[in-house]
């Protein structure tokens, strides 16, 4: 009888052992389910924004996710997060992947693949345009009495944790209205990625990037994909190489940026 259980299990094991061991396959998914969920903050222009009179996702990922979906053969569906959930609610299952601006960081890879990089990014200051010559360096920025203000959970809370040790930092809840704050004068500075700098001093006059040529780090951008789905990330990467070079995405890029 004992034999007869260890053969029974030795024919069972193999088939349990398969099944454990099968790779994602989110290329194979997204195809059956006609969908693809990207993941995305809405709140950072000008790669990701939920316009509230619409109701519509627009921005630069926003079209490059569409463009992604119709080369899949199906739709792009946008499921909302916030910086400070973006990676539970990825490594959860919320979506197949994330768009919107993304940095790449240590932290992030180790629960994730990204994409080849799409650009270059660093973070810089964003003040009113009489200030951009107090506000050059960290050391200057980082003095009793200054006010430097960020969106919770973000690669920029992460900055100014990190490096501001004298000035006050506030956490302000809403990305879309943060930079109104500093016009305002209820805050001095913002430390945020190159890009954004540029495109809010256009939306916004009376704020003035400091520096972005000259950014304080060095970062890429890239979007966020399963761990271990090599399949799904080799045709991302090749669909994105394609566009870096076919000009879909500085068509993109032009909408918003000049």
Known sequence: MRLLATAALLLVLPAVTATAADPVDTLDAVGKAGVLKVCTTGDYKPFTYLDPAKGDYEGIDIDMAKDLAAALGV?????????????????????????????????????????IPIDVDGKTPITRCENVDKFQTVEQIDQPGVTVIEPPGGTNEA??????????????????????EILAGRADVMITDASETRLQQKLRPGLCAVHPDQPFTFA?????LPRGDVVFKAFVDQWLNLRLHDGSHAKFSAVWMG
């Open 159 to 180: 900055f100014v944790r990190e490096r501001i040790k004298s000035a006050k930092i506030a956490i302000f809840p809403d990305n879309t209205k943060i930079f109104d």
């Open 220 to 224: 890429e951008k890239a979007y966020l």
């Open 75 to 115: 739709k792009a569906e946008f499921v909302k997060t916030s910086w400070k959930t973006l990676m539970a609610d990825f490594t959860g299952g919320a979506c197949d992947m994330a768009m919107g601006g993304i940095s790449v960081t240590l932290q992030r890879q180790k629960q994730a693949f990204f994409s």
